[in-house]
């Protein structure tokens, strides 16, 4: 594929500025990411699969390179205290079986994934365990409990390539997913396809349109200044298209997930990422 | 505000006498700018942090007066200069009366 | 003249248009005054001053800033396109090492920032930068 003019533009943008960075390479905190990588064979219309990270100006990418400058390691830290924290009836925290967030290491890049027949992410996992093992209440999908605990354990992943299962048991999933990636909704008659493989790297009013890539979700978002779900960006995605979107945490959003996920093998994962 | 607010502060654990070290803070606060409305159509009351300070043993380094302007969750680097071991103190003080304070030692050499 | 409906029209739109001319100075004026009250009147220098901000911010709820005056004893910011146009006062104390800071701000709008310092000797130093405040697609 050509470097695209964004890409060219972005190389010189940031050639004038005083930063060790350059827009292609991210590493945060001296470890390098994947951000670009050729297409799974799967997605049959890209040749190169690229971070949303990539997509962003300078200066929101600069604020990914540093733990410290990252805004969303207010929520990790967060997500840290919650670990510890007793909840519910059988007087447990997380960290009573889980003994070390560590050991969730290379969790992330396996999500969603299929368990006693049905399409799990790690929304669902986390809530399993509240409701079955501690006797809590469920956390909602995308409140400010459940995206801390999922950036927590997804930060665990981070730099390991995005690898989910789309064959076998999952493979009736993640062929609804792909249906519903390429399926257009909603009044404006769009399809996640037309913006995100279609028009990537193209400006849509004053913004780039990524890949719509999740290898960084949860992500804080310039935008809204908290942590962003992947269910709850999809939602903003179909709203934009003027369509009734489907339920966090429902079958759709689940599938379109683990297919979006299959769509970004082999990107590092970057959560908790930075966009705008 | 007073739950959930969680400072953070990066300061290197060693010095050399007399050298300047950057210091990076961010505490996390919604910063509520009194700009707004909540969907009934009512402003929704000005809540931020309205001051932040940093000192080191006693001594001042630097003291900011804060504006609605500020980002949700303030960030601030700066430069300082260690002229012995001690501590750092870093407070922030929220519109509603709450302070919160948080320190770091430095080893000088 | 005579009162007809055409010379009202043109009179109400010719004032409306002199109030529009006349509002905007003295929108503008809400950063010069709070700059006039903070230096009392005194003379800008331009030159030992610093300010570093994004010429494009990707999006206005996150601009970050960046101010630098070696011999600053305070810095103070503003926006002259936000609502309240100041944002920001660092006060430099005796353990300050350069005389910088860097945070993060909010834009309403694509505007001017402006920095003012106050040097030792009581002068004071200006120095500004334009910002442009995108409005994003479905990101922004």
């Known amino acids: ?126 809530n399993d365990c509240r409701t079955e093992r501690m006797g809590a209440e469920p956390w909602k999908w995308s409140k400010g409990p459940m995206t801390a605990m999922t950036a927590l354990i997804g930060l665990q992943s981070r730099g390991m390539p995005m690898n989910v299962t789309i064959d076998g048991e999952a493979a009736p999933f993640w062929e609804q997913g792909k249906e519903l990636y390429y399926t257009r909704v909603g009044q404006l008659d769009m399809s996640c396809s037309n913006c995100h493989e279609d028009n990537y790297g193209v400006m849509i009013r004053a913004d780039h349109l990524s890949q719509g890539q999740i290898n960084g979700f949860p992500t804080y978002r310039l935008k809204n200044a908290k942590l962003n779900s992947i269910h709850g960006r999809f939602k903003g995605c179909m709203k934009n298209i003027r369509a009734t979107p489907f339920a966090e945490g429902g079958d759709e959003f689940k599938a379109l997930e683990l297919y979006l996920a299959s769509r970004g093998e082999g990107l590092s994962v970057e959560t908790p990422s930075v966009r705008n | 505000m007073a739950s959930g607010v969680k400072p953070r502060v990066k300061v290197p654990k060693t010095a050399a006498t007399g050298d300047t070290i950057t210091i990076k803070t961010l505490i996390s606060h919604k910063m509520e700018s009194g700009q707004r409305k909540d969907d009934d159509g009512n402003v929704i009351p000005r809540s931020i942090i309205n001051r932040f300070t940093a000192d080191f043993n006693g001594q001042n380094v630097i003291d900011v007066t804060l504006e609605p302007a500020i980002s949700t969750n303030p960030y601030f680097q700066f430069e300082a200069v260690v002229p012995e071991s001690g501590e750092f103190t870093f407070t922030w003080y929220d519109d509603d009366g709450d302070v919160y304070e948080t320190s770091k030692k430095i080893e000088a050499s | 003249m005579k009162l007809t409906r055409r010379n009202l029209l043109i009179l109400s739109s010719a004032s409306a248009a002199a109030t529009a001319m006349g509002s905007l100075p003295a929108f503008a004026s809400l950063t010069d005054d709070a700059i006039a009250e903070l230096t009392g009147g005194a003379e800008l220098g331009e030159g030992a001053i610093t300010l570093t901000a994004p010429e494009i911010a990707e999006n206005g709820n996150t601009v970050p800033i960046e101010v630098s005056a070696p011999g600053a004893v305070a810095i103070t910011l503003f926006a002259d396109g936000n609502p309240v146009p100041n944002v920001a006062t660092f006060n430099f104390g005796p353990l300050s090492a350069s005389r910088s800071a860097s945070t993060r701000i909010r834009l309403a709008t694509t505007q001017n920032v402006v920095a003012i310092a106050k040097m030792e000797d009581g002068s004071f130093q200006k120095a500004s930068a334009n910002v442009k405040v995108t409005i994003g697609g479905c990101g922004g």
């Open chain 1, 1 to 126: 594929m050509n470097l695209k003019p964004w890409i060219a533009v972005l190389v010189a943008g940031v050639a004038g500025a005083a930063s060790a960075q350059d827009s292609n390479t991210l590493s945060i905190d001296g470890e390098p990411m994947v951000t670009e990588v050729a297409a799974p064979a799967h997605v049959e219309n890209l040749d190169t699969i690229y971070s949303g990270w990539r997509f962003r100006s300078a200066e929101t990418q600069a604020l990914e390179t540093d733990d410290f400058d990252n805004p969303a390691f207010v929520f990790v830290d967060q997500g840290i205290d919650l670990f510890d924290k007793v909840d519910g009836t059988e007087n447990k925290a997380c960290s009573s079986c889980h003994e070390n967030v560590e050991d969730f290491a290379g969790l992330r890049t396996q999500l969603p994934r299929v368990q006693d027949g049905e399409l799990v992410t790690m929304e669902n996992l986390i």
